[in-house]
């Protein structure tokens, strides 16, 4: 009711209706402004104008004026009239505002509010319920009469009639209450197992969120320490360029000197040759035989032969020692800087080369052979006949390498060229010898990455992964980050493509794991 009257305070005497854009008169009466402007436009030319409300006369046009304060009042209104419209029941009998109703009667078909309640009749076929738009549907659409059964057998709600002459005759029927009931504790259990599957489904999202942001503040500081590093390569490279340029530069200035100063010294002995060479011709060309004889005792020619050939040797000498640049040891400067900024680059990745692995022929299935280098091993239908040794696998053709990796960052690779069905991994040196759990992969001490016949597979613990690509090349490369508890395996294809990354936190010692499974042979090799 404090709604309804509220509502009529607020309506315009003009048009009936609540404010818009309410406007104030000097007599302090409101009104629409679009209304009372048509109003005082009426009135114009008459002499005169009036309020509407109380017929105060005003000599000229009225002035309007906002009110602010009503208009505010009159959103709130609107605002909070809408909510109720959307969420509430009005009364049915209370045509001239709305009323919220505080329950239906399904027999009159009627919502009521508290004044229409207390004259209700009382009568037990006038069935009240909380209010309620949906009334018709609380009724039988055969038998026009109210629902009070429910039926398990066709999971339906029943009036009496239907029990009784219809076509749920017989059928054993629950009243709508305990159905209720029991349709409730189950729907209970459902939301107790949705809530629970919620609850574990936001666990992981969280999970995967905080994986997400361990991964972006990985890749971050990746990226810094990369970025850092070839910042640093770059100077080192050009210092070494530096370096390199210089000694050229100096190598050729002293040569250019060297060679410059043999070629002055050939050029005067050049011009001094040639003057001789013309004194002799003039001489030979004399016809004067007394002439001849007395000028033949200004030249010694065994002491200018002999002259000629210690020039020659020492300029031979000088030739020999200074006419080329030392290619041998500027090489040896670049190939010791770049070997320097290798080193620099291991240390701070911590990458350790595997280059001694060996193959352990005491773990050696008795079907493999293993070459004279311990390298490659291929499988054969001859037993080798090996001592029987409790690190010996005795049920498949699997071979471990006789190094331990029990820290650090190692890599190393498989060439598979030779076969078609092959596994690589890592293991514990405690994993079984014998029985299924022997098998790597197929036990939690170990890790494999499988081909068969085009198909790859990764497993551990027995569980498998298959792969969406097969492996396109001829070498694979298995990585170990001993701490980061990371074992992954890359196709050694152009670009090298990653194909599957174990994450786990090792307990032992690791040792490399090759397993036949054909006639071929793999081959094992040290990281480059």
Not at 255 to 264: A, C, P, R, Y
Request: net charge negative; hydrophobic share 30%; aromatic share 8%.
């Amino acid at each position: 009711m404090a709604s309804a009257d509220l509502r009529q305070e607020l309506g315009c005497s003009i048009c009936l209706n609540i404010y818009t854009d309410p406007v104030m008169l000097r007599c302090g009466h409101n009104f629409c402004r679009v209304c009372i402007d048509r109003v005082l436009d009426t009135q114009e030319g008459s002499g005169g104008y009036s309020c509407p409300e109380c017929r105060e006369e005003f000599q000229d046009r009225p002035a309007l004026h906002r009110n602010i304060t009503l208009r505010n009042i009159v959103e709130t209104f609107r605002s909070t009239q809408t909510d109720q419209q959307e969420t509430e029941i009005f009364c049915t009998y209370c045509i001239h505002f709305p009323v919220p109703a505080v329950k239906s009667c399904l027999h009159c078909e009627a919502s009521l509010c508290d004044n229409h309640l207390r004259v209700h009749s009382k009568s037990p076929e006038h069935v009240l319920t909380d209010p309620s738009t949906s009334m018709e549907k609380r009724k039988c659409s055969v038998h026009r009469e109210l629902l009070k059964y429910y039926c398990p057998a066709d999971a339906a709600c029943i009036c009496v009639s239907c029990r009784l002459v219809g076509d749920h005759q017989g059928h054993k029927v629950e009243m709508l209450d305990e159905a209720a009931e029991k349709k409730t504790h189950k729907l209970r259990n459902v939301l107790q197992k949705l809530t629970a599957e919620r609850e574990e489904t936001e666990k992981r999202v969280q999970s995967l969120q905080e994986d997400m942001i361990n991964v972006q503040e990985k890749s971050s500081g990746l990226t810094e320490e990369v970025t850092n590093l070839f910042r640093d390569l770059r100077r080192q490279l050009e210092d070494l360029e530096k370096r390199v340029l210089s000694e050229i530069s100096r190598q050729e200035a002293h040569l250019s000197l060297s060679l410059s100063d043999m070629i002055q010294q050939l050029e005067i002995k050049e011009e001094e040759l040639a003057m001789e060479i013309d004194d002799i011709e003039d001489l030979c060309n004399m016809t004067d035989p007394l002439t001849v004889l007395q000028e033949s005792d200004t030249w010694d020619l065994c002491d200018t032969e002999h002259g000629d050939n210690e020039d020659r040797e020492r300029l031979d000498e000088l030739l020999h020692d200074g006419r080329s640049l030392d290619v041998a040891g500027i090489s040896h400067t670049l190939h010791t800087g770049v070997s320097d900024m290798i080193k620099e680059v291991n240390a701070c990745y911590n990458i350790q080369e595997a280059a001694d692995i060996l193959l352990d022929v005491n773990t050696a299935y008795n079907n493999l052979q293993i070459s004279d280098d311990m390298k490659t091993v291929s499988r054969s239908d001859k037993k080798q006949n090996r001592p029987e040794t409790p690190k010996r696998f005795q049920d498949y053709s699997q071979i471990l390498g006789s190094r331990r990796f029990p820290s650090g960052r190692h890599y190393w690779e498989v060439d598979v060229s030779n076969s078609e069905w092959w596994a690589v991994g890592m293991c514990y040196p405690s994993i079984d010898r014998r029985g299924k759990k022997s098998y790597i992969g197929d036990n939690r001490k170990s890790w494999g990455l499988y081909r068969y016949y085009r198909s790859c597979t990764v497993m551990h613990d027995s569980y498998k992964i298959r792969l969406p690509y097969n492996i396109s090349s001829n070498r694979v490369r298995v990585y170990l980050d001993y701490e980061a508890g990371q074992l992954s395996f890359y196709d050694m294809c152009d670009p090298i493509r990653h194909l599957y990354t174990f994450t786990t936190s090792f307990t032992e010692p690791l040792h490399a794991a090759l397993w036949l499974g054909d006639g071929g042979s793999i081959k094992i090799s040290g990281g480059n």
